[in-house]
């Protein structure tokens, strides 16, 4: 199948969004840990290098993976989805909302979308599984 479906489509979206933002947010902590005063200089570098690589590797699992239709992008992209849920719900409880609930409907989008039908055939064409 050469063409994407939508549900593929929008999957990659959401995962190149989320990307996008753990980008952002490390590359923010890393200009804070230089300009400011970090109370404890190896976990700020820590923190914004972490910040950094899940950053890039979800836009490599999003464009490299799923844009591209390649099989393994979907089990890093569900994957993390089921990681961003207890954070949300973290967020949530933690008396932020205006976080939580967008996160939780980003990621419902992204795990409904990789799972649903047409991204499957897409990814996996219609091959059924050898019985032994």
Known sequence: MN????????AAVVVS???LVALGLG?????????????????????????VLIGAGLLWVAW???FR??????????????FLLPVA???IQSGLPQLGIPL?????????????????RALY????PTAK
Not at 3 to 10: K, N, Q, S
Not at 28 to 49: F, M
Not at 106 to 120: D, E, G, I, Q, Y
Not at 125 to 128: S, T, V
């Open 64 to 66: 490299g993976g799923l």
């Open 3 to 10: 063409r994407r479906p939508l549900t593929l489509v929008i």
């Open 104 to 120: 939780i409907l980003a990621a419902a989008a992204a795990l409904v979308s990789l799972l649903a039908p047409p991204t499957t």
């Open 89 to 91: 719900f973290t967020l």
């Open 17 to 19: 969004l989320e990307g």
């Open 27 to 51: 590359g923010y902590a890393a200009v804070e840990t230089v300009t400011g005063r970090p109370g404890n200089l190896t976990t700020a570098i820590a923190e914004s290098a972490f910040g």
């Open 69 to 82: 239709m390649e099989k393994w992008g979907r089990s890093p992209g569900v994957l993390t989805q089921i």
């Open 125 to 128: 064409g219609d091959e059924q």
